[in-house]
Each structure stands twice: as structure tokens, then as C-alpha cells.
């Protein structure tokens, strides 16, 4: 253990040495930074100060109080700590030995309301707290991570040169990190970025699928469709390593992928962005579905006695490959931006739910870099936020209008051909039902409204009377004239 000096106090201290806490430590400290180090199991700090941390400006602390005591004012101590309980737990291990001023920062992939609970209970105490969002793996936290800081605006200006120092940099050297809002709209934001990187990983997933069983084309040729694109408009990191697992050969020679067991895990992170979806009335439909596709993957038993018994057509390819690899190509840079659409129509809900005052426009760009979605699609939303901060739908940008419905004969003929031939593509079909749904000026949601108010009396408005004024029809002749309350999402 490196004995703690007092006189040359840390800069950060960060309690939790599993993966991404160990890389933080490394990143910070190539910036520049002391950091003081603590875990729960001291081995693990003694291991890190005498293996990675050893001859760096690290300090390893084997208590709460030694951690406390070896940081400048105002103390800033980083949780990367498992979410939920642990967090709880490490805030009332630090609060008796903090001062005013001290600010508590949790990195872990915590839940938003729990973030705003914990903001509260800490500003109350007389301490700032920060919930962040931290994004791209163990890689992105040694290289530089996204970084989407949220909590009390007054911790802002004592954290923001460590984290947009260790944040990755896109082309110009702007950190991809910046202040996002009050209390949990950094956890929010990260919620919505894993969201939307559930729903990046299904369609490129479903890509995949119909090159593989509709197509036919074998690994090979597969790797050299997604390297071709990877140089393209859908250069990013998920497609990236998607054309390197597909070139990854086992040891006797075969494809690495083919040998994975088809049941997908996930964390939580995707059911969170659609249950918040749904408490603020904005349609995540893809998301949604990328969600549930996990869930269907699980069922991995239940789908193979399925598929010995349920009949479907057998996928047969006629027609030109090339052509269609590029109908695929504009499908899933279609449904993308729907995706993506939809993501930020989410945080808009919930910006003006939660009285956040949120930066479009800078959350692109902290995901062009360090993080899993990263990719230069954003650099576009950017833009389009940037020209117009008060956008409602991307698909209403300029740049994206052009973009999908230049995509839509070749979205609607991979759509079609993948339906007919029995391939599962719940995100591709559900991106392209949201565009035209988007898109449509009226509707059947007027005879859903009669039929709720013939059988529930829930009333309906009319297309002939202002908005707000509701209207109960006695369409049987034997009902009332009561009318049940009005409740909208």
C-alpha cells in the first residue's frame, strides 16, 4: 500500500477498482491528475498500486476516512460501484465524513429517479452530487469515454477539467462531454444512448440475418459488405466491429459468431428507456422492439421445440445481389434515423417533464466519440440541432427528410422481401410502420375513440370543434348521458 502524504493531497478520489474504475484511474492520471483509489476488498487496491498504478500518481487508501483525508477541497469522490443498493450504501459510508461544498459523483449506470432522489438527499445534507453517464467500454474509459454529467450545477465547474480533459475529443478537440442538466438528466441521457445503441445492435443484427438466410451470402462476402459500409454514411463503431466479429475464425478455421449461442443478456438499460417512454407518452417503437427481441432470444428452448412443429415459407433469393445489398444499405440507414428520431423525441418529453433544460445538439456530440454509438450519423443531428434548437422530429430536418425518403423504395422492398420470406426483422418493419405513421395526417385512432366511448363512455373530440372540447355519444340508445373521465397520456 502507498503510504497516504498529506501534503500532496489527490486531485479526484474514485471508490470501486473492477474494470472501468481501474481505467478512469489511468486515464485521469495520464492527464495530469492524482487520484486517490479505494475498494471495498482492499486487496484489489493493494493489487492496482503495485501492478497498473505502480510509479503513477495514484494514492491506494484502506478506508472511507483515509480516502476522505487524502483530497483537496471541495472533495470530489467518483462511485463506480454496482447501481442501485451499493450506491445508497457509499453515500451514507461518505456523508459523516465530508464538508460543505464536497461533492459525491456516481459513474455507474444508475437509474435516473434514483439519481434525482439521491441529488435531493445529498444538496440537502449540504453536499453537491453528481450522476453521470460514462460510455465506450473499457476501452473508451483508458482512451477517453463519453461523459454526460448531470446532478447539482454548482459541482460543474470543479469536476469539468478533469472530465472533459479524460472525455474523447472528436475532430476539432471538443470534448465529448459537456454539462447536461439538473439532477438525473445525465443518468437519463446515458439511459437513452444505451437505448438507442439496443436498437443499433437489433437492426444491424437484422442485417446480418437477411444477408445470411435470404441472400446467402457466407462469411466473406459478409465481412466485405460491412467493411464497404464501415467507409461510408454508416461508418460508426457498431458497425465497425461487426465486420471484425464476422471475420473472426474459431480455432478450426470456421466462423467464431456461428458457434455463439443465440440467447441475447442485457442489463437493464434498454427496459428503462421504454418504460420512461411510456410514462411520457413518446412512441419508442423500435427501441421497444429491440427490447423485446432479447427477451424473444431467451426463449431459446421454447423456439426450437417452436420451429419443429410451426411451418413458414423458406427464404428463396431471386434477383440481384448487388442491388439489393445496397436496398439493405438505405433500409437500415433509414430505420436508424428513426431510431434516433425517436430517442430524441423521448428526451424532449421528458426534458419538459422533469423542467430539464436539455442541449440537443451537445448530446450529439458527446456521443460522436469515446462511446458505443458513436458515429459520423451524428455529426449530422448536430447540425440539424444547431440550426434549429427547437426541432420536434428529426425527420423533419431538412437533411434527414431527403435522406429516408430517398431510402423508401428500397426500405419498403427490403421490408417486403424479408416478410414474404419468413425472416424475423421486428426493428427494420416497426422503424419503417413509424415513418408512415409519422407521416400520416389522419389516422384510424378516430374509430378507436368511438369504439372507447361506446363501450367505456371516455369521450372523444371532433375534427369540426376546437381542441380540449370532449363529446359523449349515447350510440346504443340505451345508455346515459354520463361521460367517464378524460385521461391522455
Same mark, same amino acid.
Given at each position: 500500500?502507498? =503510504?497516504?502524504?498529506?501534503?500532496?493531497?489527490?486531485?479526484?478520489?474514485?471508490?470501486?477498482?473492477?474494470?472501468?474504475?481501474?481505467?478512469?484511474?489511468?486515464?485521469?492520471?495520464?492527464?495530469?491528475?492524482?487520484?486517490?483509489?479505494?475498494?471495498?476488498?482492499?486487496?484489489?487496491?493493494?493489487?492496482?498500486?503495485?501492478?497498473?498504478?505502480?510509479?503513477?500518481?495514484?494514492?491506494?487508501?484502506?478506508?472511507?476516512?483515509?480516502?476522505?483525508?487524502?483530497? =483537496?477541497?471541495?472533495?470530489?469522490?467518483?462511485?463506480?460501484?454496482?447501481?442501485?443498493?451499493?450506491?445508497?450504501?457509499?453515500?451514507?459510508?461518505?456523508?459523516?465524513?465530508?464538508?460543505?461544498?464536497?461533492?459525491?459523483?456516481?459513474?455507474?449506470? $444508475?437509474?435516473?429517479?434514483?439519481?434525482?432522489?439521491?441529488?435531493?438527499?445529498?444538496?440537502?445534507?449540504?453536499?453537491?452530487?453528481?450522476?453521470?453517464?460514462?460510455?465506450?467500454?473499457?476501452?473508451?474509459?483508458?482512451?477517453?469515454?463519453?461523459?454526460?454529467?448531470?446532478?447539482?450545477?454548482?459541482?460543474?465547474?470543479?469536476?469539468?477539467?478533469?472530465?472533459?480533459?479524460?472525455?474523447?475529443?472528436?475532430?476539432?478537440?471538443?470534448?465529448?462531454?459537456?454539462?447536461?442538466?439538473?439532477?438525473?438528466?445525465?443518468?437519463?441521457? =446515458?439511459?437513452?444512448?444505451?437505448?438507442?445503441?439496443?436498437?443499433?445492435?437489433?437492426?444491424?443484427?437484422?442485417?446480418?440475418?437477411?444477408?445470411?438466410?435470404?441472400?446467402?451470402?457466407?462469411?466473406?462476402?459478409?465481412?466485405?459488405?460491412?467493411?464497404?459500409?464501415?467507409?461510408?454514411?454508416?461508418?460508426?463503431?457498431?458497425?465497425?466491429?461487426?465486420?471484425?466479429?464476422?471475420?473472426? =475464425?474459431?480455432?478450426?478455421?470456421?466462423?467464431?459468431?456461428?458457434?455463439?449461442?443465440?440467447?441475447?443478456?442485457?442489463?437493464?438499460?434498454?427496459?428503462?428507456?421504454?418504460?420512461?417512454?411510456?410514462?411520457?407518452?413518446?412512441?419508442?417503437?423500435?427501441?421497444?422492439?429491440?427490447?423485446?427481441?432479447?427477451?424473444?432470444?431467451?426463449?431459446?428452448?421454447?423456439?426450437?421445440?417452436?420451429?419443429?412443429?410451426?411451418?413458414?415459407?423458406?427464404?428463396?433469393?431471386?434477383?440481384?445481389?448487388?442491388?439489393?445489398?445496397?436496398?439493405?444499405?438505405?433500409?437500415?440507414?433509414?430505420?436508424?434515423?428513426?431510431?434516433?428520431?425517436?430517442?430524441?423525441?423521448?428526451?424532449?418529453?421528458?426534458?419538459?417533464?422533469?423542467?430539464?433544460?436539455?442541449?440537443?445538439?451537445?448530446?450529439?456530440?458527446?456521443?460522436?466519440?469515446?462511446?458505443?454509438?458513436? $458515429?459520423?450519423?451524428?455529426?449530422?443531428?448536430?447540425?440539424?440541432?444547431?440550426?434549429?434548437?427547437?426541432?420536434?422530429?428529426?425527420?423533419?430536418?431538412?437533411?434527414?427528410?431527403?435522406?429516408?425518403? $430517398?431510402?423508401?423504395?428500397?426500405?419498403?422492398?427490403?421490408?417486403?422481401?424479408?416478410?414474404?420470406?419468413?425472416?424475423?426483422?421486428?426493428?427494420? $418493419?416497426?422503424?419503417?410502420?413509424?415513418?408512415?405513421?409519422?407521416?400520416?395526417?389522419?389516422?384510424?385512432?378516430?374509430?378507436?375513440?368511438?369504439?372507447?366511448?361506446?363501450?367505456?363512455?371516455?369521450?372523444?373530440?371532433?375534427?369540426?370543434?376546437?381542441?380540449?372540447?370532449?363529446?359523449?355519444?349515447?350510440?346504443?340508445?340505451?345508455?346515459?348521458?354520463?361521460?367517464?373521465?378524460?385521461?391522455?397520456?
Amino acid at each position: 500500500m502507498q =503510504k497516504v502524504d498529506l501534503t500532496a493531497k489527490a486531485d479526484i478520489g474514485l471508490v470501486g477498482l473492477a474494470v472501468m474504475g481501474e481505467n478512469l484511474v489511468l486515464n485521469m492520471e495520464s492527464h495530469g491528475f492524482t487520484v486517490a483509489v479505494y475498494n471495498r476488498t482492499v486487496e484489489k487496491v493493494n493489487s492496482f498500486v503495485n501492478g497498473r498504478g505502480k510509479g503513477k500518481k495514484v494514492i491506494g487508501t484502506s478506508s472511507i476516512e483515509e480516502l476522505v483525508a487524502s483530497l =483537496k477541497t471541495p472533495r470530489k469522490i467518483m462511485l463506480m460501484v454496482k447501481a442501485g443498493k451499493p450506491v445508497d450504501d457509499f453515500i451514507e459510508l461518505l456523508i459523516p465524513h465530508l464538508e460543505k461544498g464536497d461533492i459525491i459523483i456516481d459513474g455507474g449506470n $444508475s437509474h435516473f429517479p434514483d439519481t434525482i432522489r439521491r441529488t435531493k438527499y445529498v444538496e440537502e445534507k449540504g453536499f453537491l452530487y453528481i450522476g453521470t453517464g460514462v460510455s465506450g467500454g473499457e476501452e473508451g474509459a483508458l482512451k477517453g469515454p463519453s461523459i454526460m454529467p448531470g446532478g447539482s450545477p454548482a459541482a460543474w465547474p470543479f469536476v469539468k477539467p478533469i472530465f472533459q480533459s479524460i472525455a474523447a475529443k472528436v475532430e476539432d478537440g471538443s470534448p465529448c462531454c459537456d454539462w447536461v442538466g439538473q439532477d438525473g438528466a445525465g443518468h437519463f441521457v =446515458k439511459m437513452v444512448h444505451n437505448g438507442i445503441e439496443y436498437g443499433d445492435m437489433q437492426l444491424i443484427c437484422e442485417a446480418y440475418q437477411i444477408m445470411k438466410d435470404y441472400v446467402g451470402l457466407n462469411y466473406d462476402e459478409m465481412y466485405n459488405v460491412f467493411k464497404e459500409w464501415n467507409e461510408g454514411e454508416l461508418d460508426s463503431y457498431l458497425i465497425e466491429i461487426t465486420r471484425d466479429i464476422l471475420a473472426y =475464425k474459431d480455432e478450426d478455421g470456421s466462423p467464431l459468431v456461428e458457434k455463439i449461442l443465440d440467447t441475447a443478456g442485457q442489463k437493464g438499460t434498454g427496459k428503462w428507456t421504454v418504460l420512461a417512454s411510456l410514462d411520457v407518452g413518446a412512441p419508442l417503437t423500435l427501441i421497444g422492439e429491440a427490447v423485446y427481441g432479447r427477451t424473444l432470444s431467451a426463449l431459446k428452448d421454447e423456439r426450437v421445440e417452436a420451429s419443429k412443429v410451426l411451418n413458414g415459407p423458406k427464404p428463396k433469393f431471386a434477383g440481384d445481389k448487388k442491388q439489393f445489398i445496397e436496398d439493405l444499405r438505405q433500409a437500415l440507414y433509414a430505420s436508424k434515423i428513426v431510431s434516433y428520431a425517436q430517442g430524441y423525441v423521448l428526451m424532449r418529453y421528458a426534458a419538459k417533464e422533469y423542467e430539464w433544460n436539455l442541449n440537443n445538439g451537445g448530446i450529439a456530440l458527446m456521443w460522436r466519440g469515446g462511446c458505443i454509438i458513436r $458515429s459520423i450519423f451524428l455529426a449530422k443531428i448536430k447540425e440539424a440541432f444547431d440550426k434549429m434548437p427547437d426541432l420536434s422530429n428529426l425527420l423533419l430536418d431538412p437533411f434527414f427528410k431527403e435522406k429516408i425518403e $430517398s431510402s423508401q423504395e428500397s426500405w419498403r422492398r427490403v421490408v417486403a422481401a424479408a416478410v414474404t420470406n419468413g425472416i424475423w426483422i421486428p426493428a427494420l $418493419s416497426t422503424a419503417l410502420n413509424y415513418f408512415d405513421g409519422f407521416r400520416n395526417g389522419r389516422l384510424p385512432a378516430n374509430l378507436l375513440q368511438a369504439q372507447r366511448d361506446y363501450f367505456g363512455a371516455h369521450t372523444y373530440e371532433r375534427v369540426d370543434k376546437p381542441r380540449g372540447q370532449f363529446f359523449h355519444t349515447n350510440w346504443t340508445g340505451r345508455g346515459g348521458s354520463t361521460a367517464s373521465t378524460t385521461y391522455n397520456v
